[in-house]
């Protein structure tokens, strides 16, 4: 009686420190003072929006808990830490995690032209990766875009129109 007495407390022990375990791995992502830190090595991701005729503006989403949006021929400006935090959750679980689907369907469109880039680019030691993201006009759940018509994922249109709200 005793050893199945010993063998289910163990076994309960062993059950509540691989919970902890997934906890705090899932919590990893968060700091001490509650600022969102970036998976994988990366340090920082600039989000960027490029037209032809309003020029370049970005966002840069750092590990320090710092989000910068920089204008043309305006000085920078700091992003409110919520808007931060939540900016920075989102970039991370789409861009560095891959939690979610970005593009759920694409189709090959007709030559249109004009519409903005959307670049974003994950930095690990002072090294760039960036990824492209074609805009255009939205009609429905469909981007039309230059060279094709793409059906992007909630969660990135979100995180679009979050950055698109702060850099307009």
């Known amino acids: ?19 902890c375990n997934v906890s705090n791995q899932a919590s990893d992502h968060v700091a001490a ?3 969102t830190k970036f998976g994988d090595g990366v340090d920082s991701i600039k989000v960027e929006v490029s037209t032809k005729v309003g020029g370049t503006r970005s966002i840069i989403l750092r590990n320090d808990g710092d989000a910068v949006a920089r204008f043309e021929n305006r000085p920078d400006s700091l992003l409110s ?3 931060t935090e939540d900016l920075s959750r989102l970039a991370d679980s789409l861009f560095v995690e891959k939690n979610s689907e970005i593009i759920l369907s694409q189709e090959d469109a007709e030559g249109r032209t004009g519409y ?7 930095y690990k030691d002072g090294q760039g990766e960036t990824t492209r993201y074609d805009m255009g006009t939205q009609e429905g759940e469909i981007t039309h875009c230059t060279t094709c018509d793409i059906h992007y994922g909630a969660e990135f249109r979100h995180f679009l ?8």
């Open 116 to 122: 903005p880039v959307f670049t974003v680019s994950l």
């Open 81 to 83: 830490s919520s808007t």
């Open 33 to 35: 003072d509650g600022v």
């Open 1 to 19: 009686m005793k050893i199945k007495h010993q063998l289910l407390l163990s076994s309960v022990t062993g059950l509540l420190m691989a919970a």
């Open 161 to 168: 129109s979050m950055v698109f709200e702060i850099l307009n």
